[in-house]
């Protein structure tokens, strides 16, 4: 992912909102915003017209009110945003990436057997 490409978090905010919801107006963005900082109308506008610009998101014009969709799905940007921190702050190791993961919060009975499985399975690939 492309330094220009990547997300900030308030861009973040934004498409999360358009994961959940698929396809919105500005004004739809900014409700499912809530109470985030990013809140103000012209503000939300200001952000998606620079994400359009960036390729983060897709701009439908046929309508009086543009609808902004994601670009690209929450898997791919999340991927893209995981390799471009591997890359950049542990020097391409995954194993240095998933060991800090790991010591910097508890994770339940549930996420460390989804993990197990998740190693059990690219072991036997």
């Given amino acids: 992912m492309s330094p220009a490409a990547r997300p900030t978090d308030a861009e973040l905010g934004i498409l999360q909102v358009l994961w959940a919801s698929g396809p919105c107006t500005v004004r739809e963005v900014q409700d499912g915003l809530g109470g985030e900082s990013v809140s103000g109308y012209t503000t ?13 998101v897709e701009r439908d014009e046929s309508a009086r009110a543009h609808v902004y969709s994601a670009a690209g799905s929450r898997d791919d940007t999340q991927r893209g945003l995981v390799g471009d ?21 508890r994770s339940s009975p549930e996420e460390l057997e989804r993990i197990r499985k998740l190693l059990d399975q690219l072991e036997s690939d």
């Avoid at 950049?88 to 240095?96: I, P, Q, V, W």
């Fill in 85 to 105: 921190l591997v890359d950049r702050a542990f020097s391409g190791s995954a194993e240095t990436l998933v060991m800090r993961a790991l010591e910097s919060r």
């Fill in 44 to 56: 939300v506008l200001k952000l998606m017209q620079i994400m359009h610009d960036k390729g983060l």
